[in-house]
Nanobody
Framework: QVQLVESGGGSVQAGGSLRLSCAAS????????VGWFRQAPGKEREGVAVIDRKGSTRYADSVKGRFTISKVNAKNILYLQMNSLKPEDTAMHYC????WGCGIGNPEDYNYWGQGTQVTVS
């Protein structure tokens, strides 16, 4: 059974840092494109960062230079290091995996989703 479980969210002050983790089971993380998406109340889900099978990364303009996506294939874990957090980063953050496609702007490419972890920046 495929499962993605996020952790690491919380409440921080502006300028602070958080590291999100996503533990994958039921499939091999390294054979998928994986990424982080977020959704704030009243807004559409948006891509934050993705990392493909080869380890190439892409980021939303709003987080470039502040967030870093990484993965440890041997542990089947995906990370998102978030620094210099801003109030506009407040959202539910989800990890997702796609077998076909790897678009940061295309949530519909992603086959599997976690249940999300809340990030609140004040």
């Amino acid at each position: 059974q495929v499962q993605l479980v996020e952790s690491g969210g919380g409440s921080v002050q502006a300028g602070g840092s958080l590291r999100l983790s996503c533990a994958a089971s039921g499939f091999t993380l390294g054979t998928y494109c994986v990424g982080w998406f977020r959704q704030a109340p009243g807004k559409e889900r948006e891509g934050v960062a993705v990392i493909d099978r080869k380890g190439s990364t892409r980021y939303a303009d709003s987080v470039k230079g502040r967030f870093t996506i990484s993965k440890v294939n041997a542990k089947n874990i995906l990370y998102l290091q978030m620094n210099s957090l801003k109030p506009e980063d407040t959202a539910m953050h989800y990890c997702a995996a796609a077998y076909w496609g790897c678009g940061i702007g295309n949530p519909e490419d992603y086959n599997y989703w976690g249940q999300g972890t809340q990030v609140t920046v004040s």
